[in-house]
Every structure is written in structure tokens, then in C-alpha cells.
T-cell receptor, first 114, second 113 residues
């Protein structure tokens, strides 16, 4: 049973470019969460999605960041016009629809903005 | 009110010893408290979790102790091994809501052989 998959694992972007991070949840999981981890810091919640719906985006910066989880395909976290402060590890987690609430994390995408 | 405070920031333990990491929270609506283990360059892995209707939960060498009145919970690692050296995060969430996890800042555990 494959775990949460994220790609790319490492992404380098120049300031002003766009970054697209992809997350495929575990099989059977329909809830996806995105978290950001800065060096030596804990994880910070960004957004919670179910298929085709954003449930909670209270942790998303108001500008340049967006997320989607389409009916088919992976969840996408999109960062437009990246700045150096966006450099971080971005983790996706998924949980099943059965109310168990356990979140399982992927290996993360490490974004470096030069 | 959404914070989870974790201590210590770092911990060094001898092999075979007990590692204890503590967390405290303010929001009494939190009702799910997981612990995650993270190795460098990897994603956090769910270790063990507890809900406030029990005061203790044990899985192998890992035990969560929960004190609802004090709004504190802790992770005990018995017979600590060098392979346990990692960063440990406590977290809390409100089930039935957005279920987003609020994380502590982490404890870097080093177990010396």
C-alpha cells in the first residue's frame, strides 16, 4: 500500500517564477492537508482540501498561494512569483474519510528560491 | 490560544534511558493529540496518538501521558535506542472541525550509544 507521494522532492526556482507542488494521497484517502516547515521550526498548517473543495484555507498567505484537489489527479499547491521567504519544506498529509482523523505525511518537497 | 508549547528543545539521553518530552496547550477544544517522529530529510511519521478520554496510552516503548486538568501531555520513550535519535513533534487538533494539526516546535532527541 503506497504511502503519500509528493513530487518533485526538490525544486529550485528563481525569484518571480512559479512553483507547482504535487501530492497524491494514500489509496482510499480523500482528505488532503498542506503544511509548511521552515528550518528548525515546527510545521504550520496551510490548507485542507477534500475532492474539488477547499475546506479550510486559514493558513494560506492571502496572495500568490493557491491549492486545488481536482476530482481526478493529485492535489496541487501553487506558488506564484516566488520570493526567497518561500524557501521551505512543504509537506502534504492525507487522511481517510472514515473519521479516524489520523494524518499520514508524505516525504515533502524542498523548495529553494534563488 | 492555538499554540502548543513543547519542551525541551533538545534532549540527550544515554542508550537504555527514558526520554521524556512535554507539551502544553491552551485551547480546551483540542480533542486529538498525536506525536510525530521526523528523521532528517524525511516527512513526519505518526507514532502514537491519544484522545482526552484516557490518561495514558502505550504502544511498545512509546507512552503518552495526558493530564486534561493541567492541559499537558507528554511522550515517554522507554529503553531509548540510538535509532530513536530524531526530532519529535507533538500536535493537537479539533476533530469534527477542519482537523488541522497545530504543532509544537519540536524536540531534537539524541540517544548516545
Amino acid at each position: 500500500n503506497a504511502g503519500v507521494m509528493q513530487n518533485p522532492r526538490h525544486l529550485v526556482r528563481r525569484r518571480g517564477q512559479e512553483a507547482r507542488l504535487r501530492c497524491s494521497p494514500m489509496k482510499g484517502h480523500s482528505h488532503v492537508y498542506w503544511y509548511r516547515q521552515l528550518p528548525e521550526e515546527g510545521l504550520k498548517f496551510m490548507v485542507y482540501l477534500q475532492k474539488e473543495n477547499i475546506i479550510d484555507e486559514s493558513g494560506m498567505p492571502k496572495e500568490r498561494f493557491s491549492a486545488e484537489f481536482p476530482k481526478e489527479g493529485p492535489s496541487i499547491l501553487r506558488i506564484q512569483q516566488v520570493v526567497r521567504g518561500d524557501s521551505a519544506a512543504y509537506f502534504c498529509a492525507s487522511s481517510p474519510p472514515d473519521g479516524s482523523y489520523e494524518q499520514y505525511f508524505g516525504p515533502g518537497t524542498r523548495l529553494t528560491v534563488t | 490560544q492555538q499554540q502548543v508549547k513543547q519542551s525541551p528543545q533538545s534532549l540527550i539521553v544515554q542508550k537504555g534511558g527514558i526520554s521524556i518530552i512535554n507539551c502544553a496547550y491552551e485551547n480546551t477544544a483540542f480533542d486529538y493529540f498525536p506525536w510525530y517522529q521526523q528523521f532528517p530529510g524525511k516527512g513526519p511519521a505518526l507514532l502514537i496518538a491519544i484522545r482526552p478520554d484516557v490518561s495514558e496510552k502505550k504502544e511498545g516503548r512509546f507512552t503518552i501521558s495526558f493530564n486534561k486538568s493541567a492541559k499537558q501531555f507528554s511522550l515517554h520513550i522507554m529503553d531509548s535506542q540510538p535509532g530513536d535519535s530524531a526530532t519529535y513533534f507533538c500536535a493537537a487538533s479539533i476533530q469534527g472541525g477542519s482537523e488541522k494539526l497545530v504543532f509544537g516546535k519540536g524536540t531534537k532527541l539524541t540517544v548516545n550509544p
